[in-house]
């Protein structure tokens, strides 16, 4: 009997130890996201955009640097946002009309999940990064 005892004891105090370990928080896609904040600090604005912008962002999925694929080119995206003195951050917050593509829009609404999670400092360095792809 004091052996079963012991053994819900050692089985409860296991499960409250795993219980208690740290929750790792996904993207709306399920994927893990990593800390940015120990990571952000050593990277420049352009590095940490491109950083993002391959990974946490998922932008890479769909725009390459100087081909459409799914989207318009980074490149593209870049000249149109700079000729018309446009803010691809403030476009990444939901928060402005697209210009480059709009009828691609419906299928770039579904990265907003994604991108509205972003600190203004993250969505900044995007917007820097795709302003500087040459």
Request: net charge negative; aromatic share 6%.
């Amino acid at each position: 009997m004091k052996n079963s005892i012991k053994a819900i004891y050692i089985v409860a105090f296991s499960l409250s130890v795993i219980s208690c370990g740290k929750k790792i928080e996904t993207d709306p896609m399920g994927n893990p996201i990593e800390d940015t904040k120990t990571t952000t600090a050593a990277l420049s604005s352009e590095d940490l955009g491109k950083e993002l912008f391959e990974g946490k962002g998922m932008c890479a999925t769909c725009h390459k640097p100087d081909a459409k694929i799914v989207g318009p080119s980074i490149k593209e995206i870049a000249k149109i946002y700079t000729e018309k003195k446009a803010s691809i951050s403030i476009f990444l917050q939901g928060e402005a009309d697209p210009i480059v593509d709009p009828t691609q829009f419906e299928i770039m609404k579904a990265n907003f999940a994604i991108t509205k999670t972003m600190t203004e400092e993250e969505l900044k360095a995007i917007e820097t990064y795709m302003l500087t792809v040459k």
